[in-house]
């Protein structure tokens, strides 16, 4: 279920769940996984025109430099970013440098001085530099503990209580980030803590490509068009490992088992939906809870015409996942990409993406998000679901985890 629509007059919509999944691939995918979605639009996290429901505009400056403790190295390269052709994950480019960011601002300390970094913030300064929040203060605050940021003194703290959701059915607590300018590849590198049994969100972060007028990222049951935009989430599974949601134009429904919506198809649900495109990574240690892990997200937007877009996902500076033309192998079923699991066949290496059918379409927009929604919040859910976050890293190329 995905964040309920955010029109511009501000009203909340709700779609119905799309109809029970039958036959092959149902059991584990036949409409929507754990991190699928069955209802419509977009709240605060989705961004309008006008901005966010909860939003508003933080205060602009920038944000004072990182501080000078712990973090971990990060193996890989790629700050050079990668070739027209598509670059092994991380990999550096021709000419391109060895080092990751971190490596050479070591603290973070002048990190956000280098010419390719497009964002930085420890919240040392609060919510400076964030194009948009949540404003209640129940739900997103900066935390100053020195004990326990990740770095410097501040963090950020995300709280999504059941109190809350008995008022509202769908909140979102966010923190949006518009880019200074619009780019074919992205690196965001944050720490994030899950704390104590909190619930993973229903949605978590996202990262939003379109042209300068799209603003619709966050949309359920959308296939967006080619020449507008594309998005994609990196999720909490029930494991506490990852995958990716992804919308583009070229994404599949789960009407068939084929992904197309043909009526009369094998698997055919009788109801055409484009819910977020599935990919769970294989072979993933899950978090570790109350503890701080680094992530860092890279997006790279295909060459017009061709279909070699790619997402990786790094962990504490490890490979967790990397999607782009020739890896991994596995099959596609319905709205799902099988790259393990019971419905894992061999049959095709992935083909990578085919994001975009306009130059124009480009990486504009990173979400931190705590997205949940009532009916689907376990039982077992504590009263508060909090998640924190530090250091968080923008740029044109691989940045790594913090350097002591």
């Not at 004990?147 to 501040?154: D, I, L, M, P, V």
């Not at 104590?196 to 603003?215: C, E, I």
């Not at 094998?266 to 055409?272: F, I, L, R, V, W």
């Not at 997205?371 to 039982?379: C, D, F, N, S």
Request: glycine residues 16%; aromatic residues 10%.
């Amino acid at each position: 279920m995905r964040r309920p629509l955010l029109v511009i007059a501000l009203a909340v919509v709700a779609c119905g769940p799309p109809p029970p999944c039958t036959g092959e691939g149902c059991a584990s995918g036949g409409g929507s996984t754990a991190g699928g979605s069955t209802a419509g639009g977009s709240t605060a996290g989705g961004s309008t025109a006008g901005g966010s429901a909860a939003g508003g505009s933080a205060a602009g400056g920038s944000t004072a430099g990182g501080s000078t403790a712990g973090g971990s190295t990060a193996g890989g390269s790629a700050a050079g970013g990668s070739t027209a052709g598509g670059s092994a994950a991380g990999g550096s480019t021709a000419g391109g440098s060895a080092t990751t960011l971190s490596m050479r601002y070591p603290g973070d300390v002048g990190i956000a001085g280098d010419p390719a970094v497009l964002f930085h913030s420890g919240f040392e300064s609060g919510m400076a530099g964030w194009t948009r929040f949540t404003q209640d203060a129940a739900r997103l605050s900066v935390i100053t503990n020195a004990a326990q940021a990740n770095a410097g003194s501040r963090f950020l703290e995300a709280r999504v209580t059941r109190t809350q959701l008995a008022a509202n059915q769908y909140l979102s607590t966010n923190a949006q980030l518009d880019l200074s300018r619009r780019v074919p590849e992205l690196y965001w590198r944050f720490y994030a803590r899950v704390v104590g049994t909190s619930a993973k969100p229903h949605h978590w972060v996202r990262v939003a490509a379109g042209t300068a007028a799209f603003q619709s990222d966050g949309l359920a049951n959308t296939r967006p068009a080619g020449d507008q935009g594309f998005w994609f989430d990196v999720d909490l599974t029930g494991a506490d490992t990852f995958n990716f949601y992804t919308y583009w134009h070229a994404m599949r429904s789960g009407r068939c088992n084929d992904g197309s919506a043909t009526p009369g198809c094998a698997g055919d649900q009788g109801t055409t939906y484009y819910y977020g495109n599935n990919f769970t990574f294989v072979s993933q240690p899950p978090i570790t809870r109350d503890a701080w892990f680094c992530l860092e997200v890279r997006a790279r937007a295909n060459t017009v015409g061709r279909s070699d877009g790619e997402l990786t996902l790094w962990k504490d500076g490890a490979l967790v996942s990397d999607y782009r033309p020739g890896t991994p192998r596995g099959r596609w079923l319905r709205d799902n990409f099988y790259s393990w699991g019971p419905y894992f066949q061999d049959v095709q290496a992935f083909e990578g993406f085919d994001f975009r059918t306009s130059g124009d379409v480009l990486l504009k927009r990173v979400t931190l998000d705590a997205y949940y929604e009532r009916g689907t919040l376990p039982a077992a859910a504590p009263e508060a679901q909090v998640i924190h976050y530090d250091d968080v890293v923008v740029a044109t190329s691989r940045i790594g985890c913090r350097v002591p």
